[in-house]
């Protein structure tokens, strides 16, 4: 078995991970490693868009919008540390070259999402994840400093003193090899995998979890798992095409098989799917229906341009038809527990994005808030780490 060394080792290349990269210090030298392809993480296909605290006189409504959400279950200082980070993290994705939609003055362009009380999101497009995703990810491909290994799988980590010293990995031929670092960044996304119906890329498995509980690191809130309204029904196989949340915030309208409403469309998720599933068991049908026609056609083919063109592959026009949705897994709110600086009750071993649990969702996912949460507390896991490295 082969051994490497770096200075820090990220696991995955989803939004967490690779902000926490650019956020480490460029001499040192950083090993990002991914399942599968570089393309293929869940921020990748994140919709909607990211929250954003509107402006000072929004943040007790943005808290307790997210509380709400959550069931009250929340970690307060968690919410807090986000709501009040989000600004800096948006400044700074636009310095970046990321494309939200403006306004024709050039200000942000804000929509709302279920449980939102304002519009506080940004958005580019119905590809958000995508947009934010790939500009983060040609940064990282500019670095000489980091090394990116796709079709490479943490098998386990390394300790000493129950430290955490590196990671086991198993490259495309199954070869094994030992790496060694002073930190590791675990970013391996939700569990999306291990469900039958899911808008998750199917190699995400909860990795992070099983090796976590192995080695006796707490684990949180593990059976938090968020049920999205909204995918595209379809009787072909695989991971499930999402509706955004944003189209029901544009008034997509969700109707039975009699073509009446039955639920107020912008309640928390949960409490949606909930209505859903009641609403097929009653009609003992295998979807409902969701209507754009309330939705403006401009605003279908500008801000639902990928979501239109799917369901036409799909034999669907969602301008002139309803199509049917069906509840499917999408986030897990649990995870490794981790503090509010994104580490692991085990010294040096970080975690961040959906594979950690710092609080901020509780039992249940505001809209829009994953992208942030990621954004912040993978920068704040950078700046702990490069503060340990001085």
């Known amino acids: 078995m082969e051994n490497y060394n770096y200075d820090i080792i990220i696991v995955g290349c989803g939004v967490g991970g690779l902000y926490t990269a650019l956020n480490l210090p460029h001499d040192k030298n950083i090993l990002i490693i991914t399942k599968s392809d570089i393309q293929s993480s869940d921020s990748m296909l994140a919709q909607g868009g990211i929250c954003v605290l509107h402006d000072a006189n929004d943040y007790d409504a943005y808290f307790e919008d997210t509380m709400r ?5 929340n970690r307060k200082e968690s919410v807090a540390i986000m709501i009040r980070s989000s600004r800096s993290i948006i400044d700074n994705l636009l310095d970046l070259g990321v494309c939200f939609a403006k306004n024709p003055d ?18 580019h497009e119905d590809v958000t ?5 790939t500009t983060l990810l040609r940064h ?14 943490m098998t386990d980590i ?17 070869q094994e090899i030992l790496v060694a670092a002073p930190f590791v960044v675990m970013a391996t996304g939700g569990i999306g995998g291990l469900y039958e119906h899911s808008t998750n890329f199917p190699h995400l498995t909860g990795d992070s979890c099983r090796i976590a509980k192995k080695h006796g690191i707490e684990l949180e809130h593990m059976d938090y798992v968020q049920i999205h309204p909204t995918s595209l029904y379809t009787q072909t196989p695989g991971r499930s095409f999402l509706i955004s949340e944003s189209a029901r915030g544009e008034n997509a309208v969700l109707l039975n098989n009699h073509q ?3 639920v107020n469309e912008l309640l928390p998720r949960d409490v949606v799917s909930n209505a859903i599933y009641a609403e097929m068991k009653k009609e003992n049908s295998k979807h409902v229906w969701m209507s754009f026609e309330k939705v403006p056609d401009d605003v279908i083919l500008n801000h639902f341009p990928h979501i239109y063109e799917k369901c036409k592959e799909e034999g669907y026009n969602i301008l002139q038809e309803p199509i049917p949705i069906v509840p499917a897994q999408h986030y897990f709110m649990g995870g490794i527990h981790v503090d509010s600086n994104s580490e692991t009750t085990m010294p040096n071993l970080f975690a961040v994005g959906e594979t950690s649990c710092n609080g901020v969702h509780g039992k249940n996912r505001l809209a829009s808030n994953s992208l942030l949460e990621s954004l912040v507390f993978a920068k704040r896991a950078a700046i702990e780490i490069t503060g340990r490295m001085l």
Do not use: W
């Open 69 to 73: 959400a959550g069931h009250y279950e």
């Open 106 to 123: 050039g200000s942000l362009q804000y929509t709302k999402e279920g449980a939102h009380s304002r519009p506080r999101i940004c958005f």
């Open 158 to 174: 390394t300790t000493c003193n129950n430290i955490c010293t590196g990671i086991k990995m198993a490259l495309p031929d199954n």
């Open 140 to 153: 990282v491909q500019n670095l000489s400093n980091i090394t990116m290994m796709e079709y490479t799988t």
């Open 129 to 133: 994840g995508k947009e934010i995703t």
């Open 260 to 262: 009446n409403r039955f």
